[in-house]
């Protein structure tokens, strides 16, 4: 079996903070005086931070948190300001960094999980989007507000609709309506919706069952790394043995009833 590390460690950027405690690492946006609104310097550090803790051995799950009232207000007001007067060429690079951020986040080899403390908009959707599971506090408001001043929730999208759903997404972004936390679980936005004194009680019980569960999974494979690339062959294996036994036609029907209705 493998040992985790239990001492906490501790990285502080002006916009990240970085710890772990045991197999769990939490990024922690702390900009809370502009509601976590993020900027060009953000989106940079955010792949970093994932990128740094995905390839961690001792850890096991990663939280993304946010201080204050909100989670993400989406994207900071002084930074859109400049955009406005950038090129053509300079939105396409910026909106590519915007894509990057998405998918380091989507794709980082450990189990990811959103702890939405407070009101997320906007691009902030697209944070919580990308984590693979989302716990909420049932005050918080959600918004796809980008419609409001003209732009489309385009770089945000796929990760949005895979989380919400095409018909939740399209009612969404078209009126950027705010909806409440049990809103966002009904539609699959989130997993949970908790009172904020159980928050972290549930996000920690959540943290711990990951941990666990990976930390089973590699000890069954004799310690190979948690790359996506052995877990996508582990759940190769599992498919095929599902559709090799949906193959097999019931024992009480003879083959060529196979796919006849009764």
């Not at 590519?96 to 998918?103: D, F, I, Q, S």
Request: hydrophobic share 45%; charged share 20%.
């Amino acid at each position: 079996t493998r040992a985790f590390t239990h001492q906490p460690a501790h990285t502080m950027t002006q916009h990240l903070a970085i710890t772990q405690t045991g197999p769990v690492a939490h990024i922690t946006l702390t900009m809370p005086e502009i509601r976590n609104a993020f900027s060009d310097e953000v989106i940079q550090a955010i792949p970093g931070a994932f990128a740094d803790v995905g390839t961690r051995a001792d850890v096991r799950a990663v939280v993304l948190a946010a201080e204050g009232p909100a989670f993400c207000a989406g994207a900071n007001l002084h930074w859109m300001r400049r955009m406005a007067d950038y090129t053509r060429d300079e939105n396409l690079a910026d909106a590519g960094k915007l894509a990057t951020m998405l998918c380091t986040i989507a794709e980082c080899p450990k189990p990811t999980i959103a702890r939405v403390q407070g009101d997320v908009y906007a691009g902030g959707m697209g944070l919580v989007a990308a984590c693979d599971m989302a716990v909420s506090v049932d005050t918080a408001w959600y918004c796809l507000s980008e419609v409001k001043i003209g732009l489309a929730p385009a770089t945000i999208s796929p990760y949005v609709i895979r989380a919400m759903g095409t018909r939740a997404a399209q009612r969404y972004f078209l009126t950027a309506e705010r909806f409440t936390a049990a809103e966002a679980h009904h539609i699959g936005f989130v997993h949970e919706v908790v009172a904020a004194d159980a928050l972290d009680a549930t996000g920690q019980a959540d943290d711990r069952e990951l941990a666990k569960d990976v930390r089973t999974f590699l000890d069954k494979h004799q310690g190979m790394n948690a790359t996506p690339e052995v877990f996508a062959a582990h759940h190769a294996r599992i498919i095929a043995a599902d559709q090799s036994r949906v193959a097999k036609p019931a024992p009480d029907r003879p083959p060529n009833d196979r796919g006849r209705g009764r």
